[in-house]
């Protein structure tokens, strides 16, 4: 009977993490779509273009440098939290953190600098793009530090914390993306070019406050 009790608590624990993270992601995705108009109409058609090419690269190496980091994490904290290894978490959880920061650093640094030539192995003549790539690159050592604190506590088997960040990320993504890209092109409204440039970058400081 305890036993079944226990399946069955943690059945319905699973459901519930499983429901909150659900409904964060739902509210994220809602929220990405109701900025994406306005900052569209601020920075145009070229901005917008920009914008994606940034995002695209930004995108492909987050996914290399720190995609299943939560996962990763998770299972190893997980594991050892069953076998009452406590200190042996806390040991993983500060090594991840080492490894992961030092992993994405380096990512970051590398996108930075190259900024120009990673956008030109997606697709050429992108080089408006390259001040909003370099805008996101920290955002890539910045992720994949947030990935191993999700995955910490994903270990614990709350997604709270992570549901939380994502929602906190999703609405300052939203305002800043409007309000910097809106305050940032006021300088360049006669120069279509710099409006683009300095738009796209703009509206990418969104992600990274985030």
Same mark, same amino acid.
């Given at each position: 009977m305890s036993d079944a009790k226990a399946n069955s608590a943690a059945n319905n624990n699973?459901?519930?993490q499983g429901s909150i993270l659900g409904i964060a992601s739902i509210v994220v995705r809602l929220l990405g779509l109701i900025y994406q108009m306005p900052v569209a109409r601020i920075i145009g058609d070229r901005g917008n273009g920009y914008y994606g090419y940034a995002y695209n690269v930004y995108a492909v190496i987050l996914l290399l440098s720190s995609f299943s980091i939560p996962?990763?994490?998770s299972k190893m904290i997980s594991k050892s939290l069953a076998e009452k290894r406590f200190r042996e978490a806390q040991k993983i959880f500060k090594a991840s953190l080492i490894l992961v920061g030092s992993f994405s650093g380096l990512c970051a640094l590398l996108t930075f600098i190259f900024a120009p030539q990673l956008l030109t192995m997606f697709s050429e003549n992108q080089a408006?793009? $390259?001040l909003a790539l370099r805008v996101l690159a920290p955002v890539i050592f910045l992720s994949g530090i947030l990935g191993v604190f999700r995955g910490y506590f994903q270990g614990y088997n709350t997604m709270v914390p992570t549901s939380f960040s994502q929602v906190i990320e999703g609405i300052l993504n939203a305002i800043v993306s409007i309000v910097a890209a809106a305050i940032i092109v006021i300088p360049y409204k006669t120069n279509a070019d710099? $409006?683009?440039i300095y738009g796209a970058a703009g509206?990418?400081?969104g992600t990274?406050?985030?």
């Open positions: 699973f459901i519930v996962i990763a994490v408006g793009a $390259t710099k $409006t683009a509206s990418t400081i990274g406050i985030g």
